[in-house]
Structures are given as C-alpha cells and as structure tokens.
C-alpha cells in the first residue's frame, strides 16, 4: 500500500484508542439514578448505596446479581430507607403512613370518569337484611321506610339474588349471598368494623318484621336526643314478644328499664330488666359496633345470648342501651332461615336449627364467663362476690 494510506490508517487507529480511553476513565462518574430506567428493571434498593460501594461495571453486576437472587429481602447499610410505623394498621407498619387506606365502605362506584366525581352523595346510615326471596313483598315495604340517606345491605341466604332486580331499589343496593347462613355470620365477615366506619348507625334486621309503624329518619333523631348507643324499635305488644324489656310503651318515646319475673334480673340495671335488646332488629352506633364485632363468635352463628352481652360494649350501658317505643314494629315470626335446616333423626328441619340455637347460647355464656375469670385472674381481681357481671 501507498505510504498515505498505512498513514492514514495508523492516525484513525491512533485517535480511536484516545477517545475510547478518555470514555472509559469518565463513565463511573456518571450517576446511574440518574438513568431514565424503567422501574421494574431494578430492584428495590437504595441506589445512592450501590454508587458508594460499587462503581461502573461492578455496580451493574451487583444489581444484576440482585434481581436474580430468589430473596426479596436485600440488607442495607442505610436505615434511613426502610420503613416502619408501628401506629400503622396490623401487616401495614412498612407502609409510609400517608398511603394507608385503613378503612372502606359500600359506596359504589364507577368504572369510568375522575374517582372524586363518583359519589354525588355518601348515606350516613346502613342497613342490613338476611333475606330469602320468598319474603320479597316484605322486604321491599321495609326498605321503602328508608330513605336515601341508608345504604341497603342485603345477604341472600337462598342463593337468589338477580330476581330482586325487579325492585328499582335492588339495583343500588348491595347483595352478598351464601347459601343457608345466618346475620350474625354475615356479620362476622362482611361487616368489618373499619367497612362500615363511615355509618353513624348499622341496622343488622331480619326479614320478619312489619314496618308500617315505623320511619327511619325519625327512629334516628330518637337514638340521637336519648344518647342510645345500642337500640332497637319496641314490639308490638300482642304478637313475637319474648322479653318485657322490648314490650312497647304507648306513653313515651324511649324506655332504658323495665320490671320482668321474679327472680329473672339479679340487678336493675342488668339484663333483661335493663341494658337490653333482642337480636331481631338491633341498631348500633358506630362506636359500639366496632366492640360489638370482636364479642361476635366465628363459630356460633345464631347470636343466641349475643343480646345478654351486648352490655360489655358501652358504659353506663343501662343508659345507653334503650328501646325506641314510639316507632315500632311487629316481629311476624316467620320461620324462614329455620326451613334452611336439614332433617334429622326424624325431626323436622326447624327443630334441629332451635336445637343449635339452645346450644351456642349455652356455648357463648360459658366461654364468656372463662374468658372474664381469666382476666380478672390475670390482674389478680377477686370477683367472687361482685354482682358487676
């Protein structure tokens, strides 16, 4: 070849060594979390870390390294990046703060549009009913004595849910459906005391209950001037009383006591002559329902002797448990959910569901009342001769 061309070749090769040298000494100085990267390329650690410790090709290949170790823990030298709030929500203390969500409800919204336009107005108050389709005429009178300002919580223990859409109302309300299951079961899994947070009062009703006497917006203005935490409307005298204590007055708007058998209230100011309502048609405030939730047993699913305890949960409870009189209702005692039962032993199917019934009441006294000696034990209390519990 010419001399200029063997020049021209060794003077390229020349150059092209200097401008590769002078990239190599550069490129560690070049900050890597400055790197437009998608997020999900790199693994969740503190970068300004890595620079310090690593630089150029072996920071690469220590974050390579990373991402194909099957550990998701990776341990930092710098504390400042991990989180930990105690205050936060159980299983959320790694969460900053400002993202927890601790709490939801039942309001429905949109598929489509901004989130903060969804909701043109937020019911105050919830009401629940356990229904079967069979009692659909009286369901749709009840619900129509709530206004808009009720979210409405139906749980389907038949399994029937898209025939209510015949009701207008059905369509916004909520539908949960299990087969042959109780309220109180209910209760237990879908009404969370952080669900319902945003209802100042939960109504947890059952299916058998005239409602021409009574107006939920009235019956709410009454639980507010009484300062009743706990509450249900008073029964029509002649029909489905159990107790005297849930017996409607016609003189007054709400009574707190009342006068039962001899020999039936160890103290006035106990259960059933006072501090008490029966498990039909109870109303929670929601202070009292978040303590009323965790007395609800997982297991014991007809609430039977739930009402005896209801006490536990507000204070003075013989003040602020009451039956509203002056908007009542009549319980019809159908015995619907007990023909969810199966036949035993030759019994018919609501026999073996008031059987259970008999028993979890049983059941539910005794735990409660080892579950309060232990306590007291704990703290070393002599509760012998008490007549406080």
Request: hydrophobic share 35%; proline share 6%.
């Amino acid at each position: 070849r010419k001399p200029s061309e063997i020049m021209r070749i060794f003077v390229t090769a020349f150059i092209g060594l200097v401008f590769g040298f002078f990239i190599g000494v550069s490129f560690p100085t070049l900050s890597i979390t400055k790197l437009n990267l998608p997020s999900g390329l790199l693994p969740s650690i503190d970068l300004s870390y890595i620079e310090g410790k690593y630089t150029g090709r072996q920071a690469w290949s220590f974050m390579n390294s990373s991402n194909r170790r099957s550990s998701p823990h990776v341990q930092l030298s710098n504390d400042t990046s991990k989180i930990w709030v105690p205050s936060n929500p159980r299983g959320a203390e790694r969460l900053p703060p400002g993202i927890v969500e601790a709490e939801s409800d039942f309001y429905l919204r949109r598929l489509w549009g901004k989130p903060s336009e969804d909701l043109t107005s937020k019911p105050n108050y919830l009401v629940t009913f356990t229904v079967g389709y069979d009692q659909k005429s009286n369901i749709d009178a009840a619900v129509k004595k709530f206004s808009g300002n009720f979210t409405i919580l139906l749980f389907h223990y038949d399994g029937r849910t898209t025939e209510w859409d015949e009701f207008e109302w059905s369509k916004r309300a909520i539908h949960v459906s299990a087969r042959k299951q109780t309220k109180w079961w209910y209760a237990k899994r879908f009404l969370h005391p952080d669900i319902v947070a945003p209802y100042d009062y939960i109504f947890i009703w059952d299916e058998d209950l005239g409602v021409e006497h009574f107006n939920a917006e009235e019956y709410i203005k009454l639980v507010r001037k009484h300062g009743l935490e706990i509450s249900q409307p008073g029964l029509e005298p002649n029909k489905g009383l159990t107790w005297q204590m849930t017996k409607r007055r016609g003189d007054r708007e709400v009574h707190k006591v009342t006068e039962e058998k001899p020999g039936w209230c160890s103290d006035p100011h106990l259960p059933p002559c006072a501090a008490f309502v029966e498990i039909m048609a109870p109303v929670f405030s929601r202070d009292a329902w978040r303590c009323v939730w965790h007395l609800i047993q997982n297991d014991l699913v007809h609430g039977w002797g739930l009402d005896f305890a209801l006490r536990r949960c507000v204070e003075p409870a013989h003040e602020k448990i009451g039956v509203v009189d002056s908007q009542w209702i009549v319980h019809q005692g159908v015995p619907s959910l007990g023909n969810q039962g199966e036949s035993q032993t030759g019994k018919a199917p609501w026999q073996g569901v008031r059987e259970r019934c008999r028993k979890e009441w049983t059941m539910f006294q005794s735990r409660l009342a080892i579950a309060e000696s232990a306590y007291y034990k704990s703290i070393g209390a002599d509760i012998s001769n008490s007549t406080a519990h």
